[in-house]
């Protein structure tokens, strides 16, 4: 029974079932409930210093990896805005010294590919133009003496001619006509 402070033991002494005497001890517990009162308050003190030492690295990790972030997050900001190009200044050896040479590698990129995709669509653009210009010239060049073939060829079918005449204009003047007309299909066409 250890509620009135003191911790009892009983041992009786026996020898064959008969009882001889006993042993009866007292131990007070107070010394031992001083120790575990002041135990737990140290263990709640370390407890304690731990939270808060825990607490402020968490803070301390916190900022810096915020502060970073930050600048990664404007640094997109940037790109999206002013396009490819743009590079952070983060000098470290870290992880996050490592996402800003990948950011930096994929801005420089972003932004020679950028430069190669818009001189291909300049040449592009030159190429259509020349195309259209051609596809003008080769329209008028094409075209007009073709017209006037055929214009000769019917003003020679009026005329008086001999059967075997007659059939060589129409056969030049049915050829000209599909000439004329596959011209026309492949200019329009391109």
Same mark, same amino acid.
């Given at each position: 029974?250890?509620?009135d402070g $003191? ?6 002494i026996?020898? %064959?079932? =008969? *009882?001889?005497g ?6 007070t517990t107070?010394?031992?409930?001083s +120790? ?10 370390i407890?304690?210093i731990?939270? $808060? ?8 990790l916190g900022t810096?990896l915020?502060?970073? =972030? ?6 997109v900001k940037?790109v999206?805005t002013?396009g ?8 470290? %050896?870290?992880e996050l ?7 930096n %590698? +994929?801005s420089?990129s ?6 190669d995709i818009?001189?291909?669509? *300049? ?18 060049e $094409?075209?007009?003496? +073709?017209?006037?073939i /055929?214009?000769?060829?019917?003003l020679?079918?009026?005329?008086? /001619?001999?059967?075997?005449?007659s059939? /060589?204009?129409? $056969?030049?003047?049915?050829?000209? *006509? /599909? ?5 026309n %299909?492949i =200019?329009d066409?391109?």
């Amino acid at each position: 029974n250890v509620d009135d402070g $003191i911790f009892d033991t009983y041992y009786p002494i026996e020898s %064959d079932g =008969l *009882e001889y005497g006993s042993i009866s001890i007292g131990f007070t517990t107070s010394s031992i409930n001083s +120790m575990l009162t002041d135990a737990k308050k140290t263990i709640s003190s370390i407890a304690l210093i731990e939270v $808060i030492l825990v607490a402020i690295c968490s803070f301390i990790l916190g900022t810096y990896l915020t502060k970073h =972030l930050y600048q990664l997050s404007f640094a997109v900001k940037k790109v999206r805005t002013h396009g490819p190009g743009f590079q952070l200044k983060i000098k470290s %050896d870290d992880e996050l010294g490592d996402v800003v040479k990948a950011f930096n %590698d +994929m801005s420089t990129s972003l932004s020679k590919n950028y430069t190669d995709i818009k001189q291909a669509r *300049e040449q592009a653009e030159q190429a259509s133009e020349s195309k259209s210009r051609f596809l003008a010239s080769m329209s008028h060049e $094409i075209r007009t003496p +073709m017209n006037g073939i /055929l214009g000769i060829l019917s003003l020679l079918r009026e005329t008086e /001619l001999t059967k075997d005449q007659s059939h /060589l204009v129409n $056969i030049a003047s049915t050829s000209g *006509e /599909l000439l004329l007309s596959i011209i026309n %299909d492949i =200019l329009d066409f391109s």
